[in-house]
Each structure stands twice: as structure tokens, then as C-alpha cells.
């Protein structure tokens, strides 16, 4: 199924699928809306910050279900992928793999940040022995998250608007 961004953004050509213009346009809202989950931590907001990194583990893990499937079944990327300049000399590969050296371990990093936090905080969401674990790790997983982005972003210039 074709992307829409090539007829929401006047001027914009891209060659992408449905499921990629989804996940492109996903990571650009997660990351600010993550960085401001942890402005809300950082100012006592426990419970709004708990409750949006819920959404935002939710939303990202169907958005990544949903792209798998559509990858793995239904687009073939490289046919897209093809067309563009830097397909040839092996960049729009290099590139899918710098991508995901961050992409996986950033989402198995956020699935157990997340899965201790609710297991390991008490109601209401506030700080407890498990904080130093969650704030270390928590960054890890936020720093993973923006490079997961950029990376992704990258690979989406090469690949199918390039």
C-alpha cells in the first residue's frame, strides 16, 4: 500500500509504504512526547509520567507489531528502496543496520524498563527502592529511543525519498 506523505506534504516524493510514512510520522510525535514524560518525572509528576509512558509502550509496540507484519508479509522495502541512488553502493543497507544496532536493544531495554516499573512501584506512582534502577536505565532506554529515531529517519531519506 503506498504512503500518504508524498500527497500531505506539497513538493514531498517519497517512494515509502503506508506502514513506513506510519512509523516515520510515530517516531517524530514519541520523541518529544517522551521527552516530556521525563519533564514530567523530573518535576514530581509521577503518576502523569506513569500514565504516559503506559500510552507510549502501548503505541509504540502495535506501531512495531503492525510494521513487522507489514514488512515481513506484505512490502517488499528493497523493491521501493531500489530506485534511490544510495541503494547500489550499499549505504541504504549500512544505514538499516546502524538502525537497528539501536532499534532492537532500545525496545527490549524500554519493554523491561516498563514491565519492572509496574511491577516494582507502588499505587501511586511515586519514588521507591526500584528509582535509581528506573532512572538510570530509563535514560538509556530514552537516549536509545531518539537515536532509534534519527537512525530510522535516515534510512527512510536514503532509501525511499533520495
Keep these: 500500500m503506498p504512503g500518504f506523505l508524498t500527497h500531505l506534504i506539497p513538493g514531498f516524493t517519497s517512494r515509502a509504504s503506508l506502514m513506513l510514512d506510519v512509523v516515520f510520522l510515530a517516531m517524530l510525535a514519541v520523541v518529544p512526547a517522551l521527552a516530556f514524560s521525563i519533564q514530567l518525572a523530573k518535576k514530581g509528576k509521577y503518576t502523569a509520567h506513569k500514565a504516559m509512558q503506559v500510552v507510549l509502550a502501548s503505541v509504540l509496540l502495535i506501531a512495531v ?4 507484519v507489514d514488512m515481513r508479509f506484505y512490502t517488499n522495502w528493497r523493491a521501493l528502496a531500489e530506485p534511490s541512488p544510495y ?35 507502588e499505587e501511586p506512582a511515586r519514588p521507591g527502592s526500584h528509582s535509581r534502577f528506573h532512572r538510570r536505565y530509563g535514560m538509556f532506554a530514552a537516549y536509545g529511543m531518539f537515536l532509534t529515531a534519527v537512525t530510522g529517519w535516515l534510512f527512510y531519506y536514503l532509501a525511499f525519498v533520495a
Excluded: C, D, M, N
Design 65 to 68: 507489531g503492525a510494521f513487522e
Design 87 to 121: 541503494y547500489a553502493s550499499g549505504a541504504v543497507g549500512w544505514s538499516l543496520l546502524v538502525h537497528l544496532i539501536f532499534a532492537v536493544p532500545t525496545l527490549v531495554l524500554w519493554i523491561v524498563v516498563t514491565v519492572a516499573a509496574l511491577r516494582k512501584f
